[in-house]
Every structure is written in structure tokens, then in C-alpha cells.
């Protein structure tokens, strides 16, 4: 069965400082990965998603993210974080070439202080 | 949020009472969905269609109904048997169901359920 864990509600960061937000997944095949962002009362927005290829996928708003499949980890990246990226950020997988449907991660939320 | 409309943003709900959220999209998209966000919980899928008068049942479906009778609209109504109905409802598209490097699924701004 296809699992995507987030193992942190919350992440906390310095304004300027990098951030990480992590996403470990179970997939019997290969795994097709994304990450959203909801703000505030929004619907999810994409961010990015891995497919295949380079294992570092870069997304909307300077967000990376890198593929691991040892670790089955896709964690969500920025150098330098911004006020503005505070919101609930979301990993979803579903195994490649299936018709299977995208399975979601509780959520993370994100703090960026001044 | 562009492409997919969903209406009202704000809903209540007498007890006993059916109600009907809305969801238009105009992308040309084959499939459509509807998660409920609970907080904490993530997002959990009630219903999919992959084509027009064609729907299936997600993890979470008792207490709930679709139609899927036009190509642009899927809507979701909210029955009275569902006993726990609060929550915030997103409706999502995607070019087809497959698993495709293409298929990325779009959302609407949602709608707040709330009980009276």
C-alpha cells in the first residue's frame, strides 16, 4: 500500500535562514512525488514534482526538493526563506504509471519569523 | 486557484439537511475529485470521476453523493447521514486519472462546511 509520512506539524524558521520540510514515502513501485502549498482558507497550490530524472526538482517560488530513494525521502527545500512562505505544506505520492489515486501527508506547517 | 470554481465559500448545515457543494472547472479535464481537510489530518478523498456519468468511491465516502453529468461539474452533496459534516472541502481536476507525468492535480479555494 502506498504511505506518505510528514513527521513534523511544525517547522520553524528564521526569516533569511534555509528550511527544510520532510516527506518520507512507500510506494511498491516507482514513485511519482509532488509537493503542494495551501495558505490560509486557499486550495492546495502545486509547488513541484519529481517524475524521474535528476533527483534535485526545482519548483515555484525558489523551492527545490531532492530525491533520495535509498532513504525514500523527498524533502522539500529553500536557501533562504521568506516571511511570505509561511503555510501548510503538503507531499503527496502516487506509484508511477498507475492509475492509482494521490495519496497526501498530514501537512507541515510552516513558520517564517522576522 | 485558476480554472476551478467552487461555491459557496461558506456553508452551514441544519441537522437533518442535505446541501450541495458546487465545483466548475473550465480546464478541459477529464478527472475530477473531492478531499475533506480535517486539520491534522491531511487531505482524504470522498469521491473521483475519470469521465462524465462515471464515479467512484474514495476512502471516505458514507454520507456523501456525486453527479458527474457534465465534463465541467461534479458536485458533492452532503447528506444528512453524514454525522460529522464540518469541515473544509476542496475540489481538485487533473487532465485524465492515469499516473502520467502530465497529471497534476488542480484545486479550487475550497468551501467551509460548518453544522448549526
Known amino acids: 500500500a502506498q504511505s506518505v509520512a510528514q513527521p513534523e506539524d511544525q517547522v520553524n524558521v528564521a526569516e533569511g535562514n534555509p528550511l527544510t520540510v520532510k516527506c518520507t514515502y512507500s510506494v511498491s513501485g516507482n514513485p511519482y512525488l509532488f509537493w503542494y502549498v495551501q495558505y490560509p482558507n486557499r486550495g492546495l497550490q502545486f509547488l513541484l514534482k519529481y517524475i524521474t530524472g535528476d533527483n534535485l526538482v526545482k519548483g515555484s517560488y525558489g523551492f527545490e526538493a531532492e530525491f533520495n530513494k535509498s532513504q525514500t525521502s523527498f524533502h522539500l527545500k529553500k536557501p533562504s526563506a521568506l516571511v511570505s512562505d509561511s503555510a501548510l505544506y503538503f507531499c503527496a505520492v502516487r506509484e508511477g504509471g498507475s492509475q492509482g489515486n494521490l495519496i497526501f501527508g498530514k501537512g507541515t506547517k510552516l513558520s517564517v519569523k522576522p | 486557484d485558476g480554472g476551478i470554481t467552487q461555491s459557496p465559500k461558506y456553508l452551514f448545515r441544519k441537522e437533518g439537511q442535505n446541501v450541495t457543494l458546487s465545483c466548475e472547472q473550465n480546464?478541459?479535464?477529464?478527472?475530477m475529485y473531492w478531499y475533506r481537510q480535517d486539520p491534522g489530518q491531511g487531505l482524504r478523498l470522498i469521491y473521483y470521476?475519470?469521465?462524465?456519468?462515471?464515479?467512484q468511491k474514495g476512502d471516505i465516502a458514507e454520507g456523501y453523493s456525486v453527479s458527474r453529468e457534465k465534463k465541467e461539474s461534479f458536485p458533492l452533496t452532503v447528506t444528512s447521514a453524514q454525522k460529522n459534516p464540518t469541515a473544509f472541502y476542496l475540489c481538485?481536476?487533473?487532465?485524465?486519472?492515469?499516473?502520467?507525468?502530465?497529471?497534476?492535480?488542480?484545486f479550487g479555494a475550497g468551501t467551509r462546511l460548518s453544522v448549526l
Open positions: 481538485a481536476s487533473s487532465i485524465s486519472l492515469g499516473g502520467t507525468a502530465k497529471n497534476i492535480q488542480y
Open positions: 470521476s475519470q469521465i462524465v456519468n462515471d464515479f
Open positions: 480546464l478541459n479535464h477529464d478527472a
